[in-house]
């Protein structure tokens, strides 16, 4: 009776004893199958190290973190930290390792070890500097904190402390934070406390460093010599003892709580692989959509100023602000459709010398709205136009975004506050969803001097000056390609010859952005004379949006352009296609332009305003625009931003004449000004060289397009075909200066053009003063084509390079005499004295900057002028002399192309 029970247990074991026997053996056999584990030694470790990356990992570089305890050790594996190489390294990423293994990065992982110490298995790898055209090197770790150097083009162009502790804040968060906190700090370090990081950059970077972790922070040996230099741990800055070759700068790094959004896609990438991820990212972006569509329409965050009535100007001159207004495509158009309305922030902000003049807009802002597809008339595009010639642009990196190929990432700072206007948002990551996240390495990003993701040849970009002005096109730019990439990183100084730098500088003088896809358009407008540069710099003769990913999804987007009159315009919509933002752009008279981005990427436009606390404000133009959020926008942002400032247009167009023990200013020349009032085009400014007084006249770029016309008394051969004295008719009552260059001597006349059509034989010496499309341009002789309606003639070259020529210091007769440069800017000067030489006005144009100077005497030794309109002595409409006619045009905006 106690047995039956049993039997029908031992009768369903028994029929599965042959089942459980294979199984048995099939375990058996795989772990006979399976190698064993790697032997106790540091090479052993490193080999299983170095194939967890798919790479390699040398023996000293790996350091065990402390331990977590007996049972976390056995069960999850104790904590490694190594330096290593991929082997699917980014290409010329050897070329950055002196010793060509190829460029490391800092890794961590989990290690499995038995009791013996051997290890059994590896999980849980994360790269934890991921800088591909970079080098980590020096390797220290102490309790949670880790440092190593990032080298690149043999100098240290970093340091990076990881405290791998977290930021001590998580605590004082809310549950919801924390926990979302804990979910990116596993993503990012394979731990929930995620890392605090700082990063230390140098303007002058060192050949080497050496490390050292103690308790009181990281303690630095900079350069050959071991200059020292401490980071100290309760203060966060760079202690470098009084001494500091190298401008060592240290950044906390902020950490940021990202939202569930952004967590959603790496998280499934992590978990379930490109696929799930895909899925998810695109289930995320119909959510947003269907939650836009159940939003109602918000109000603006802005102010209206009424109707854009124009810009006063003088008879017989354009009138160019506002830009003209945008033709409906949708009929009949909604009310205000297309039409421009000066707008202000709702902040209490003014701009300086604006407000209160009569002559100037009231707003360097106008926006409107445009349906810009009849087939669709539900999609809506807000326009926003932003007058550049009171208005410059900064560019920032995110301290998130974009992730650095070498060296530290960007600190998300803003610029001065109190020139501060607004922020625009700049796409960071989108892509495709489902394809590989290129995120950041595949556009490129150079701010500050140092280029964090190189440029990608042919991208869509938007350049920054270093006086402001904002270019649009595809990179490279000119013929200066070439030599640009010398200057993206920091290099030791022999490297860095030839590298187009500002003056004194190891840095790139630009900034740039580049983004998803290109806008083009030779439809448009044709262009203002003053923008229309040289016939490579034109537009295409199509539109063009170049392909990106997601095209075809309806999300919000965003793109930047330049109009015809060298204005920017900001579009936005909350649900467009690409289709739909590139028709937006064509009605917007746009020429060039580049995509800021799509959903997920923050974007928009939020303007920024100062309080009493000093403390900035931000307020989005539209509610529904996501830049996220605008707190972010005033502080330290995670994401790159586009800021706008305001520009001041009172002060000369070159720097103030100065002088050992004398300094002397600018002042508004006397003569006729083109317009806007507001803005004087020409300076004038007197000084003392050689015992002469020198008086130097400043022509401001872009307010002018010059010509050169033969005098009566010019040189003329028989053969040779009769050249223009007079500019066109139209252009008459624009001339505002005339500028003297002498004329030929009989035997051996220097060369002259005009209109494109050569009077005399140019010979190939001495300098070339060039006029192509109105601009003026300094060579030497014989060193450029003249080029279809091109103005030419050839002239004494009194410095090059910066440097005095001998021609200068040849002593003549005591005579009026001219000499003229061209500044970096474009800015013209001319400098007029009475001397035996060209010495007094050469050096007098050395000390404002110019680097080629040539002397306005075409051999005849005639007495050189400068006349201006409403001056004394009065312009002529002819001269005996050949002349330089300065023809006024009213000031445009300051956004430009970039030249293919």
Same mark, same amino acid.
């Given at each position: 009776?106690?047995?039956?029970?049993?039997?029908?247990?031992?009768?369903?074991?028994?029929?599965?004893?042959?089942?459980?026997?294979?199984?048995?053996?099939?375990?058996?056999?795989?772990?006979?199958?399976?190698?064993?584990?790697?032997?106790?030694?540091?090479?052993?470790?490193?080999?299983?190290?170095?194939?967890?990356?798919?790479?390699?990992?040398?023996?000293?570089?790996?350091?065990?973190?402390?331990?977590?305890?007996?049972?976390?050790?056995?069960?999850?594996?104790?904590?490694?930290?190594?330096?290593?190489?991929?082997?699917?390294?980014?290409?010329?990423?050897?070329?950055?390792?002196?010793?060509?293994?190829?460029?490391?990065?800092?890794?961590?992982?989990?290690?499995?070890?038995?009791?013996?110490?051997?290890?059994?298995?590896?999980?849980?790898?994360?790269?934890?500097?991921?800088?591909?055209?970079?080098?980590?090197?020096?390797?220290?770790?102490?309790?949670?904190?880790?440092?190593?150097?990032?080298?690149?083009?043999?100098?240290?162009?970093?340091?990076?402390?990881?405290?791998?502790?977290?930021?001590?804040?998580?605590?004082?968060?809310?549950?919801?934070?924390?926990?979302?906190?804990?979910?990116?700090?596993?993503?990012?370090?394979?731990?929930?406390?995620?890392?605090?990081?700082?990063?230390?950059?140098?303007?002058?970077?060192?050949?080497?460093?050496?490390?050292?972790?103690?308790?009181?922070?990281?303690?630095?040996?900079?350069?050959?010599?071991?200059?020292?230099?401490?980071?100290?741990?309760?203060?966060?800055?760079?202690?470098?003892?009084?001494?500091?070759?190298?401008?060592?700068?240290?950044?906390?790094?902020?950490?940021?709580?990202?939202?569930?959004?952004?967590?959603?896609?790496?998280?499934?990438?992590?978990?379930?692989?490109?696929?799930?991820?895909?899925?998810?990212?695109?289930?995320?972006?119909?959510?947003?959509?269907?939650?836009?569509?159940?939003?109602?329409?918000?109000?603006?965050?802005?102010?209206?100023?009424?109707?854009?009535?124009?810009?006063?100007?003088?008879?017989?001159?354009?009138?160019?602000?506002?830009?003209?207004?945008?033709?409906?495509?949708?009929?009949?158009?909604?009310? @205000?459709?297309?039409?421009?309305?000066?707008?202000?922030?709702?902040?209490?902000?003014?701009?300086?010398?604006?407000?209160?003049?009569?002559?100037?807009?009231?707003?360097?802002?106008?926006?409107?709205?445009?349906?810009?597809?009849?087939?669709?008339?539900?999609?809506?595009?807000?326009?926003?136009?932003?007058?550049?010639?009171?208005?410059?642009?900064?560019?920032?990196?995110?301290?998130?975004?974009?992730?650095?190929?070498?060296?530290?990432?960007?600190?998300?700072?803003?610029?001065?506050?109190?020139?501060?206007?607004?922020?625009?948002?700049?796409?960071?990551?989108?892509?495709?969803?489902?394809?590989?996240?290129?995120?950041?390495?595949?556009?490129?990003?150079?701010?500050?001097?140092?280029?964090?993701?190189?440029?990608?040849?042919?991208?869509?970009?938007?350049?920054?000056?270093?006086?402001?002005?904002?270019?649009?096109?595809?990179?490279?730019?000119?013929?200066?390609?070439?030599?640009?990439?010398?200057?993206?990183?920091?290099?030791?100084?022999?490297?860095?010859?030839?590298?187009?730098?500002?003056?004194?500088?190891?840095?790139?003088?630009?900034?740039?952005?580049?983004?998803?896809?290109?806008?083009?358009?030779?439809?448009?407008?044709?262009?203002?004379?003053?923008?229309?540069?040289?016939?490579?710099?034109?537009?295409?003769?199509?539109?063009?949006?170049?392909?990106?990913?997601?095209?075809?999804?309806?999300?919000?987007?965003?793109?930047?352009?330049?109009?015809?009159?060298?204005?920017?315009?900001?579009?936005?919509?909350?649900?467009?296609?690409?289709?739909?933002?590139?028709?937006?752009?064509?009605?917007?008279?746009?020429?060039?332009?580049?995509?800021?981005?799509?959903?997920?990427?923050?974007?928009?436009?939020?303007?920024?305003?100062?309080?009493?606390?000093?403390?900035?404000?931000?307020?989005?133009?539209?509610?529904?625009?996501?830049?996220?959020?605008?707190?972010?926008?005033?502080?330290?942002?995670?994401?790159?931003?586009?800021?706008?400032?305001?520009?001041?247009?009172? @002060?000369?167009?070159?720097?103030?004449?100065?002088?050992?023990?004398?300094?002397?200013?600018?002042?508004?020349?006397?003569?006729?000004?083109?317009?806007?009032?507001?803005?004087?085009?020409?300076?004038?400014?007197?000084?003392?060289?050689?015992?002469?007084?020198?008086?130097?006249?400043?022509?401001?770029?872009?307010?002018?397009?010059?010509?050169?016309?033969?005098?009566?008394?010019?040189?003329?051969?028989?053969?040779?075909?009769?050249?223009?004295?007079?500019?066109?008719?139209?252009?008459?009552?624009?001339?505002?200066?005339?500028?003297?260059?002498?004329?030929?001597?009989?035997?051996?006349?220097?060369?002259?053009?005009?209109?494109?059509?050569?009077?005399?034989?140019?010979?190939?010496?001495?300098?070339?003063?060039?006029?192509?499309?109105?601009?003026?341009?300094?060579?030497?002789?014989?060193?450029?084509?003249?080029?279809?309606?091109?103005?030419?003639?050839?002239?004494?070259?009194?410095?090059?390079?910066?440097?005095?020529?001998?021609?200068?210091?040849?002593?003549?007769?005591?005579?009026?005499?001219?000499?003229?440069?061209?500044?970096?800017?474009?800015?013209?000067?001319?400098?007029?004295?009475?001397?035996?030489?060209?010495?007094?006005?050469?050096?007098?144009?050395?000390?404002?900057?110019?680097?080629?100077?040539?002397?306005?005497?075409?051999?005849?030794?005639?007495?050189?002028?400068?006349?201006?309109?409403?001056?004394?002595?009065?312009?002529?409409?002819?001269?005996?002399?050949?002349?330089?006619?300065?023809?006024?045009?009213?000031?445009?905006?300051?956004?430009?192309?970039?030249?293919?």
């Amino acid at each position: 009776m106690t047995d039956r029970p049993l039997s029908p247990w031992i009768d369903h074991l028994r029929g599965r004893l042959p089942i459980a026997l294979g199984v048995a053996l099939l375990g058996v056999v795989a772990r006979l199958a399976t190698p064993p584990p790697p032997a106790r030694t540091a090479d052993a470790i490193a080999g299983m190290l170095g194939e967890a990356i798919g790479g390699a990992v040398n023996p000293d570089d790996f350091v065990w973190e402390e331990r977590g305890g007996f049972f976390s050790d056995a069960l999850l594996g104790r904590r490694v930290l190594f330096l290593g190489v991929p082997r699917a390294a980014h290409p010329g990423a050897a070329e950055r390792a002196p010793d060509g293994r190829g460029a490391a990065d800092l890794y961590r992982a989990r290690v499995r070890l038995t009791r013996s110490g051997r290890p059994v298995s590896l999980d849980g790898v994360r790269n934890l500097t991921g800088t591909p055209l970079g080098d980590d090197r020096g390797l220290v770790a102490r309790g949670s904190r880790v440092a190593v150097t990032t080298s690149a083009f043999g100098v240290v162009q970093g340091i990076t402390q990881i405290d791998l502790g977290g930021d001590g804040r998580a605590g004082a968060r809310p549950l919801g934070e924390r926990l979302r906190a804990a979910v990116d700090g596993w993503l990012e370090t394979g731990s929930v406390d995620g890392a605090s990081r700082t990063e230390i950059s140098f303007d002058n970077p060192p050949a080497s460093a050496r490390l050292d972790l103690v308790d009181e922070g990281l303690v630095m040996a900079l350069g050959p010599e071991a200059v020292p230099a401490a980071l100290n741990a309760s203060t966060g800055e760079v202690d470098t003892g009084g001494r500091d070759p190298f401008v060592a700068r240290a950044h906390h790094l902020p950490r940021r709580v990202p939202s569930l959004g952004e967590l959603a896609g790496p998280s499934a990438e992590r978990l379930l692989g490109p696929t799930a991820a895909a899925a998810v990212e695109r289930l995320a972006l119909a959510a947003d959509r269907a939650s836009v569509r159940l939003r109602a329409a918000p109000a603006a965050a802005y102010v209206t100023r009424g109707p854009a009535s124009p810009e006063p100007s003088p008879e017989g001159w354009p009138s160019l602000w506002p830009p003209p207004p945008v033709a409906p495509a949708v009929d009949p158009p909604l009310p @205000g459709e297309g039409a421009w309305v000066l707008v202000a922030p709702s902040l209490p902000r003014t701009l300086p010398g604006i407000e209160d003049d009569p002559q100037r807009p009231s707003s360097p802002f106008a926006a409107t709205t445009l349906r810009p597809d009849p087939r669709r008339p539900e999609l809506h595009v807000h326009l926003l136009a932003i007058d550049t010639r009171h208005i410059r642009f900064t560019l920032q990196a995110g301290y998130e975004a974009p992730r650095p190929t070498v060296g530290p990432r960007g600190t998300g700072q803003l610029p001065y506050p109190s020139t501060l206007r607004g922020a625009i948002g700049l796409g960071a990551s989108t892509r495709e969803p489902g394809k590989p996240r290129a995120g950041t390495e595949a556009l490129g990003m150079v701010v500050g001097g140092r280029a964090l993701v190189p440029p990608r040849d042919g991208a869509a970009t938007l350049g920054v000056d270093l006086s402001g002005r904002p270019y649009f096109g595809a990179w490279p730019s000119g013929g200066d390609a070439e030599r640009i990439p010398w200057a993206l990183w920091q290099r030791p100084p022999a490297a860095s010859t030839g590298a187009p730098r500002a003056e004194g500088s190891t840095r790139f003088p630009w900034a740039l952005w580049q983004g998803p896809s290109l806008f083009e358009a030779g439809s448009a407008a044709a262009p203002l004379a003053i923008l229309a540069g040289p016939p490579a710099e034109r537009a295409p003769a199509s539109a063009t949006l170049s392909p990106g990913d997601g095209d075809e999804l309806v999300v919000e987007r965003a793109a930047l352009c330049m109009t015809d009159r060298g204005f920017v315009i900001h579009a936005w919509g909350s649900a467009l296609d690409a289709a739909a933002l590139r028709a937006a752009l064509e009605r917007a008279g746009c020429l060039a332009g580049v995509s800021l981005g799509r959903a997920p990427d923050p974007l928009g436009v939020a303007f920024l305003s100062p309080q009493q606390d000093g403390i900035l404000t931000a307020e989005r133009l539209s509610p529904a625009m996501s830049i996220a959020p605008p707190e972010h926008a005033a502080a330290a942002s995670p994401r790159p931003f586009l800021f706008f400032e305001s520009r001041w247009t009172h @002060g000369p167009p070159a720097p103030d004449l100065s002088l050992p023990g004398e300094s002397v200013g600018w002042t508004e020349d006397g003569g006729a000004q083109p317009p806007p009032a507001w803005s004087p085009a020409v300076y004038a400014a007197d000084t003392v060289h050689l015992g002469a007084q020198v008086r130097v006249h400043a022509f401001a770029p872009d307010r002018f397009l010059f010509r050169l016309r033969a005098g009566s008394r010019e040189i003329s051969p028989r053969s040779a075909p009769k050249l223009d004295a007079e500019v066109p008719a139209g252009e008459r009552q624009q001339v505002l200066a005339a500028i003297g260059v002498g004329t030929g001597r009989r035997r051996g006349p220097r060369g002259l053009a005009v209109d494109g059509t050569v009077g005399l034989r140019f010979r190939g010496e001495g300098g070339l003063l060039l006029v192509r499309q109105g601009r003026i341009e300094i060579r030497p002789a014989g060193g450029a084509p003249l080029g279809p309606g091109a103005d030419a003639t050839e002239l004494p070259l009194t410095a090059d390079d910066g440097r005095l020529r001998p021609e200068a210091r040849e002593i003549g007769t005591m005579r009026r005499r001219s000499a003229a440069c061209v500044l970096d800017d474009g800015t013209l000067l001319v400098a007029t004295t009475t001397f035996d030489s060209d010495e007094a006005t050469t050096e007098a144009l050395l000390d404002l900057g110019c680097a080629r100077v040539v002397a306005l005497d075409r051999g005849a030794h005639r007495n050189a002028f400068v006349h201006r309109a409403s001056g004394d002595p009065a312009l002529q409409q002819t001269y005996e002399e050949t002349a330089l006619f300065a023809v006024g045009v009213a000031m445009p905006g300051r956004a430009r192309r970039l030249a293919p």
